[in-house]
């Protein structure tokens, strides 16, 4: 039986420049808030550091977190930053996407550094530097015919914007965000066609309950009122796009996690309503129906949370609506309001354990079955063209005989693809996938390089030692046929 994906679908991977770049302090960049993000494993958090009140200091880092206020970043020597390195793609990125092409990548995501192209965030005039390099990164793919898809903003706002507006709570950001992306669609122009605002939006919202977090209702104002704010940019830089280039198509990008409820108890049922409306419709609604959703304001009241919203605000979400719907899948999520006796432990997973899953090593559900729901799902409510922009599994691989065996990361997104495919042949307009770390890179949760995601072998390790040197893993040779047959040779 022939798979249902559409003729053009696009194959291909994702990574963020911060894991994967390097060359934190060349070409004239500027210091983002990653940059001042330490090294921590399973056990151990990574952290901000930064000094405050003459005193230095350090809080746990969770994606998309800026600084206390009146905080200011600081690198410290005796600190592992393993970004400021990554896997080098700043030097290597031809050899690495002769590697993609080699695979038979149609499409190939990655982010733009801020930081690169305006080193604080808001000079009059942006970096030449910066903007040559990525022009080189987009002709070297396009000479392939792969096509970019880019992130403009992925968890590095530059570090002197996040210290003078408390992250995203002033609307000077907005300015800031805005100014950034007009010059990334006049410069690319012709160049780069498919655009996210903003990765992962909803995190502001996991960090604080999914994500093992325990906000506080200070935490909550400061969170949605960043939200509203990255909505209106986003809203401002959809619009901006379309009048740049008519041929833009603008995408949100959502961290997609599907919620079980842990019983039949109307009280988990109700429960688990409230986390899909929380965590994940509140910003799909704001992006693709350019409102706030009906229940909103519930959610706002919970907190005692008051935003600054305008009338022009509010006309900014109608103009600026998303042209489609891309998310990242990784994991399920079971909630209950009974005792939990088998608790999820892992990065970026708590709740309560689901008995008919398995679970990585970093705690984290294998559930393909859930990305079908999320896809059919999201779908019905947006009727958006949409793209499964990161999928993968985070695994320690045995590098033996220059090579990975990488079995279990065949089976893992073997699974996924038959999934994406059973969604696409219920209805599901689905144009795009990219696996999360194609190649070897730094995660984002832990700052390790142990949790590989990749084709390709990076031989570097969580300490910062080794060649750097790629080897394709068998996992890359498989990904080679898929792409070949176009989803119809999985074996």
Known sequence: MMANFRDDFLWGGAVAANQVEGGYDEGGKGLSVTDIQTAGSLETPRYLTYTLNGQRGKQVALPGQGLPKGAKGAVFEDEYYPNHVAIDFYHRYKEDIKLFAE??????????????????????????????????????????????????????????LSEKYNDWQDRGMIDAYVKYATTLFKEYKGLVKYWLTFNEI?????????????GNDEDYQHNYQKLHYQFVASAKAVQVAHQIDPNNVVGNMICGIVYYPGSPDPKDIMLNRYNWEQNILYCSDAQCKGEYPSFAQ??????????????????????????MYTFSYYMSNMVTTHEVKDQVGGNFAAGAKNPYLQYSE??????????????????????????????????????????????????????????????????????AYTTWGCIDCVSAGTGQMSKRYGFIYVDRDDEGQGTLDRYPKDSFYWYQKVIQSNGNDLS
């Open 103 to 160: 695979m038979g990548f149609k499409v190939y995501r990655l982010s733009i550094a801020w930081t690169r192209i305006f080193p604080n965030g808001s000079e009059a005039k942006p970096s030449q530097a910066g903007l040559d390099f990525y022009r080189r990164v987009f002709e070297e793919l396009r000479k392939y015919d792969i096509e970019p898809l880019v992130t403009i903003s992925h968890y590095e706002d530059p570090l002197a």
């Open 202 to 214: 909803n995190s502001a919202l996991l960090g604080l309950s999914t994500f093992g977090g325990d």
């Open 298 to 323: 519930r959610l706002w009241d919970e907190h005692h949370v008051e935003l600054d919203i305008t009338d022009e605000d509010r006309q900014d979400l109608q103009k600026g609506k998303v042209d």
């Open 362 to 431: 970093w705690g984290w559900a294998t559930d393909p079955t859930g990305l079908q729901y999320y896809l059919e799902t999201m779908y019905d409510r947006y009727h958006l063209p949409m793209m499964v922009v990161e999928n993968g599994l985070g695994a320690i691989d045995k590098f033996e005989d220059g090579t990975v065996h990488d079995d279990y990361r065949i089976d893992y997104l073997r699974q996924h693809i038959q999934a994406m495919d059973a969604a696409v042949g219920n209805g599901v307009d689905l144009r």
